[in-house]
């Protein structure tokens, strides 16, 4: 039998969730600790997109990124931000970044987000099984966007490497669209189209559902801000939440994007920075789109939630401190007019988040070899929502003493370390 060891988990997004009862169905006696409540507008797993991208294999340098970003920096259209006052902050983190959209380096990558993304419907369909949560996920296709076939093909590396790695789709002509969809305007001519697809309906909530199902079967919450994470004999660990110290025999970082100083201050470089993200979640659309639509120009998707239509993505440097910008929402509007000209809502809501982002796009997951009682697991850049079930169970297997069953070497904690 498994010895019941004494854990907290800090963070309670998508990722500290998925782990905090993973490891209480081991048996483990756990606390959750997050200074906010888990599916507050807090946390990056609160406003995301709500894809679970099963073949979301293709990091974001991918070979030619380096000629595609200044332009895409430049045009006013263009998916991604910059508070130039943050470049010199961000070089150490950038130039590395981009180095690893060389083809090589993007086909290892890929290899290894491959376990963590391909069968994220099944982790989190066990996952919520039998919990409140369990009617957030949806299933269904999932349609990337073009205006054309020939802007289709100016993704070919990366669909390639789709079709690599098993994933096939379905190729939509404007006619076929608009018989699925026929709100669909001039701007969108072409489509290719996943089926078994997931998505979460409510992403706040249904991280807000799981964290009360933990509580109520016994898993134990606290709403502390963490100062210091502190290594001590034996393989333990302790944490200081508000000015206390509390002694565990496992602490794991789950803190999204906020981790970085907890991981330096044990001695690790996390090479961890922010990708800020929007959203504009329209409420009482006049429109939904039968599926989650990626519209690849633009780099967003419009996902149907419960409450409305979200349009949600883009990337922003500026770090974690920063105001949120006007300049991405207003995107967002011109956007998605392009995708519904005759779209109308009753209000809106919009939204800064935090993706935690990694050099070579993989999370850090795993105990540290400077601190063995202190597990990392985080760093899921785009995909937290997709891979937070799946870490939560490798962490449970790797405190356990089980084996995982995939290679762990591509996640280990101290890969960035000098
Ligand atoms: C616009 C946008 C769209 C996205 N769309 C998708 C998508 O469709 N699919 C997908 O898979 N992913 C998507 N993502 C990425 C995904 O949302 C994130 O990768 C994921 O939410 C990260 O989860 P997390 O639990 O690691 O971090 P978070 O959800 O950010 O949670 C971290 C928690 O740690 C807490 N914390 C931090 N520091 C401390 C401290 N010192 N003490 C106490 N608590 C602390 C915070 O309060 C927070 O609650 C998107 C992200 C954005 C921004």
């Not at 380096?66 to 332009?71: G, I, L």
């Not at 508000?242 to 999204?256: K, L, Q, W």
Request: net charge negative; charged share 25%; aromatic share 10%.
């Amino acid at each position: 039998m498994m010895d019941r060891l004494n854990i907290i988990v800090a963070g309670g997004g998508i990722t500290g969730v998925s782990t905090a009862e993973w490891l209480r169905r081991d048996g483990h006696d756990v606390t959750l600790i997050d200074r906010i409540p888990p599916g507050d507008s807090g946390q990056t797993s609160y406003g995301n997109a709500g894809i679970l991208a099963r073949c979301a294999v293709v990091p974001v340098p991918v070979p030619g990124v380096w000629k595609k970003a200044p332009k895409m920096l430049f045009d006013p259209n263009g998916p991604l931000f910059l508070r130039w006052s943050y470049l010199p902050k961000l070089l150490p983190w950038l130039i590395p970044y981009l180095r690893n959209g060389r083809r090589d380096k993007v086909e290892a990558i890929a290899e290894a987000l491959m376990p963590l993304v391909g069968d994220t419907l099944e982790q989190h369909q066990a996952l919520a099984k039998g919990t409140p949560a369990e009617r957030w996920i949806n299933t269904g296709d999932y349609s990337y966007f073009y205006p054309d076939r020939a802007a289709f093909q100016d993704d070919a590396f990366g669909f390639a490497l789709r079709k690599a790695h098993g994933f096939e789709w379905e190729e939509r002509d404007r006619d076929t669209l608009l018989e699925i969809d026929p709100h669909i305007g001039p701007a969108y001519g072409f489509a290719a189209t996943f089926n078994g697809y997931g998505w979460i309906g409510d992403p706040g909530r249904y991280v807000a559902d799981l964290a009360a199902w933990f509580e109520g079967q016994g898993g134990r919450m606290r709403q502390a801000e963490i100062s210091e994470i502190l290594p001590l004999e034996g393989g333990r660990a302790a944490v200081i939440a508000d000015g206390e110290r509390i002694e565990a025999d496992r602490v794991v970082i789950a803190t999204g994007a906020w981790s970085a100083r907890l991981a330096r201050a044990l001695g690790h470089e996390p090479a961890l920075e922010t990708e800020r993200g929007y959203h504009l979640w329209l409420r009482g659309p006049s429109i939904r789109p039968p599926h989650p639509y990626m519209l690849a120009d633009a780099k967003f998707l419009a996902t149907p939630m419960e409450a409305g239509l979200r349009c949600a993505g883009l990337v922003e440097f500026g770090g974690l401190d920063a105001p949120a910008s006007d300049a991405p929402i207003e995107l967002f509007k011109r956007q998605v007019r392009k995708l519904y000209p005759t779209l109308t809502w009753e209000s809106e809501d919009t939204w800064l988040g935090h993706r935690p982002s990694t050099i070579d796009s993989l999370p850090l997951i795993g105990p540290s070899p400077k601190a063995p009682g202190v597990v990392f697991a985080f760093g899921a850049q785009h995909l937290g929502l997709t891979m937070g079930p799946k870490t939560g169970r490798l962490v449970a297997d790797m405190i356990g003493g089980r084996n995982p069953n995939i290679d762990m070497t591509p996640y280990k904690v101290g890969r960035f370390d000098n």
